[in-house]
């Protein structure tokens, strides 16, 4: 049999990489526990980071998580900027995992790194469960 | 508006208070103390810091005790908080030697009670790891942090945070607008909001949405009759009135 390029099997734990824009936006969530997207970008964004779009980006990890039950939206938004808007939304961290910034995956679910587990989306309003 | 944290002389100050900190000549003086009055930003400065710098951020509360806040650092810090004190206190310690993570306490003035307890405990951990420790709070603090002072001695940056200047309006003007702002209507800005931050910003999205209609310069002329923000002190709003011909 011909010798296949590539990994045989997998390395082990999931590599996470910290000091990322996430891993400072979930800073953001432990202070500040309820926020807006707003909040995280302004918090999480440093005058020399060249993050390319951190609203869409934050945006997409906010979603994950309140897929997985980390977060919940708020029924209140904030008070609007102007006239025809609704107001940003607001999320309250409801559940908070620890020190290390949950990975959301791509293909769904959220690795959280401090129980080097994989939380998966609640589905029916049944609780986030485990995953190895 | 640009979701942007502005550096405003407050923070520069706050900076530099760290940076006194960190470059200290007694290695005991690890502490930084913030204080001011409601409205200057403390919390919003501080927790911009504790972001970028990846610190542990606690919030004291009423009735904190050394065995709660020792229980709440050892939660943030990801170990474990059961067993006694004494277990509990150097497993917090090895993980502080460790890791070097600064620690931010805001509303100090509830560490202060039962003759400054909480903040005893702090200095413990402060004193033997060398540890960064920013406090946050009002002026109250001032006078009763100077009573205790082993606790005093250990500060090496008291930074004030004051009302935002002229000149930090006409910044959060430049940098959070996406419109040109004129200077009289920055002028009215700051006299009207007091040098509250949060104020001005109110009337920045006002003026905002008038410049996106006029896609040009915003003058205060252009806001007339315009409500640019509510004082919640005096609990009026803040409009403008029309100018006076030959104004």
């Known amino acids: 049999m011909p010798n296949k390029p590539g990994p045989k099997r997998p390395h082990g734990l999931p590599h996470v990489i910290q000091g990322t824009l996430r891993q400072k936006a979930w800073r953001a969530m432990q202070i500040k526990r309820k926020f807006t997207l707003a909040d995280l970008v302004r918090n999480a964004l440093a005058e020399e980071d060249a993050a390319r779009d951190p609203h869409n980006n934050l945006r997409r990890y906010v979603k994950a998580l309140t897929k997985v039950g980390v977060l919940h939206e708020m029924p209140r938004r904030a008070a609007p900027a102007s006239p025809t808007s609704n107001g940003e939304k607001r999320w309250l961290l409801v559940r908070d995992l620890g020190r290390l910034a949950p990975v959301a995956r791509m293909n769904g679910g959220v690795y959280d790194p401090n129980s080097e587990k994989t939380l998966v989306e609640i589905v029916g309003g049944a609780e986030a469960s485990h995953a190895e | 508006m640009k979701d942007l944290f502005v550096k405003t002389s407050n923070y520069v100050a706050f900076e530099a208070g760290i940076n006194k900190a960190l470059s200290r000549g007694a ?192 003058a205060l002329a252009d806001c007339e009759g315009m409500e640019m923000m509510f004082d919640w002190q005096t609990r009026r709003s803040a409009v403008v009135k029309p100018m006076r011909k030959g104004a």
Request: aromatic share 6%; proline share 3%; hydrophobic share 40%.
């Open chain 2, 27 to 218: 290695l005991e003086a690890t502490n930084v103390l913030v204080f001011g009055p409601p409205g200057t930003g403390k919390t919003e400065n501080i927790d911009y810091w504790a972001v970028q710098n990846d610190a542990i951020h606690l919030r004291a509360n009423e009735g904190w005790t050394p065995r709660q806040f020792m229980k709440e650092l050892a939660t943030k810090a990801g170990i474990d908080s059961t067993g006694s004190a004494h277990a509990l206190f150097e497993r917090l310690l090895s993980y502080m030697v460790g890791t070097g993570t600064p620690l931010v306490i805001d509303e100090v003035n509830f560490c202060l009670a039962d003759n400054a307890a909480v903040m005893e405990k702090i200095r413990d951990f402060s004193d033997r790891t060398e540890t960064l420790v920013v406090y946050a709070g009002d002026e109250r603090v001032i006078p009763k942090i100077g009573r205790h002072a082993q606790i005093a001695s250990r500060f090496a940056a008291v930074v004030e945070f004051k009302m935002a200047t002229l000149a930090d309006v006409r910044q959060l003007c430049d940098e959070l607008a996406e419109v040109q702002i004129a200077d009289d209507l920055v002028g009215y800005l700051h006299h009207q909001s007091g040098g509250r931050v949060r104020n001005v910003i109110d009337g920045i999205a006002v003026a905002e949405r008038i410049g996106k209609k006029t896609s040009g310069r915003v």
